[in-house]
């Protein structure tokens, strides 16, 4: 008898003890299909595949006419990969060493010996139906993240690439495809700065700060594929603004050259201290600083472009520096933990990590 659904007794037991009368427990509603052979039970995982349709669960009998388990299993597998199974068996038939070879190391395999309760089978299909529900709509979600992050993309390039010039034709291919690379200039200097804008007026965007202190501000707000800086910049000098930018985590992987444009100084060894890529002095050749930007970009081009595809990498396999490292690990940690968050995007992991959606998505498609 379930007295958790006997509605007198709950309303004596109020009466009787003051306590709140006890509702009845959820139940899970499931669907059975019952196979009477491995083979019949494959039929039915295809057939309702064929339907659009999935099994979370399955119970496996080690001993079937014909088809063992671990065969059935095997077959199950190849049809439809996520279906969980629970083996049941009463004998020794395979060796906890012959089930691994065969049927390998996965979260989805689970051992019920006979003879069991029926709460244990209870149990495990509502604990593994679970799962298998939270799994799915943890892929459906990663899945939408991508695709809204691709089409966000898109837009964004598109935007940055409308009133784009064509690269010159000695120019790699596949780089005809992308964005305009965006170079920051830190230059107080007039004459100067409007002759390196002039110098990269074409496939490449120029953003000029007057100062070190706006300098490193609009690093922060539009994350620059590469930047130049005088070291006589005001406010902050050129080196102190290298170093702020080497050590934040937004700005940390930009290239920065510095230019020392002085008499008689050598501060190379400072600037290199400070996390400079590059350092060119006085008398400044235009064409050397073209040089070295298109040779610093290419690389980083070059560096993304070595990068393997379709296996999982580690943060500091991706990152320059530790802190890129950091700054990867944070956001993949983060995403990790917010995969079963149907509500969690894009703009969601962002704040999470600090940034904005446009510094995020400049970070991560500089770094990877």
């Known amino acids: 008898m379930d007295e958790s659904a006997n509605a007198e007794l709950d309303m004596d037991d109020h009466k009787l003890y003051g306590t709140p009368p006890i509702t009845a427990e959820h139940k899970n509603d499931f669907i059975l299909e019952h196979a009477h052979s491995g083979l019949e039970g494959i039929k039915k995982v295809t057939d309702e595949l064929a339907q659009h349709r999935f099994f979370q669960l399955a119970f496996v009998d080690i001993r079937m006419p014909g088809m063992d388990g671990v065969e059935t299993i095997e ?16 004998y020794a038939d395979y060796s906890q060493e012959d089930l691994t070879r065969r049927l390998g190391y996965t979260d989805k395999l689970l051992l019920l010996k006979k003879p069991f309760d029926s709460i244990e089978v209870t149990q495990l299909a509502r604990t593994l139906t679970e799962k298998w529900y939270l799994a799915r709509q943890a892929a459906l979600k990663l899945e939408q993240m991508e695709l809204l992050v691709a089409q966000r993309t898109q837009r964004l390039l598109e935007l940055q690439g409308s009133n784009a010039t064509p690269l010159p034709d000695v120019t790699v291919p596949e780089q005809r495809e992308e964005r305009m690379p965006v170079i920051l200039l830190i230059e107080n200097n007039q004459e100067l700065s409007t002759e390196i804008c002039k110098l990269f007026a074409q496939g490449h965007n120029v953003v000029v700060a007057p100062n070190g202190s706006s300098g490193f501000d609009i690093a922060r707000e539009i994350v620059p594929d590469l930047i130049i800086a005088d070291i006589l910049t005001p406010h902050i000098d050129g080196i102190a603004v290298c170093r702020r930018l080497k050590t934040d985590l937004v700005t940390s992987h930009i290239p920065v ?7 008689s100084t050598d501060y190379q060894a400072a600037a290199l201290v400070a996390g400079a890529d590059d350092y060119l002095t006085n008398p400044l050749n235009l064409l050397t600083l073209k040089a070295r930007v298109l040779n610093l970009l290419e690389s980083r081009r070059q560096s993304r472009a070595r990068l393997p595809s379709g296996i999982p990498l580690q943060p500091r396999s991706l990152a320059l520096n530790q802190t890129d490292a950091r700054f990867l690990q944070r956001t993949i940690e983060v995403i990790e933990r917010n995969l079963s968050d149907f509500e969690f995007d894009v703009d969601a992991l962002a704040c999470k990590v600090a940034v904005s959606r446009r510094q995020l998505y400049r970070k991560l498609k500089s770094i990877g």
Request: aromatic fraction near 4%; hydrophobic fraction near 50%.
């Open 75 to 90: 077959r199950l597998w190849q049809i439809d990969p996520k279906i969980q199974v629970v083996i049941c068996t009463a």
């Open 257 to 263: 050259i510095l230019l020392d444009l002085r008499e």
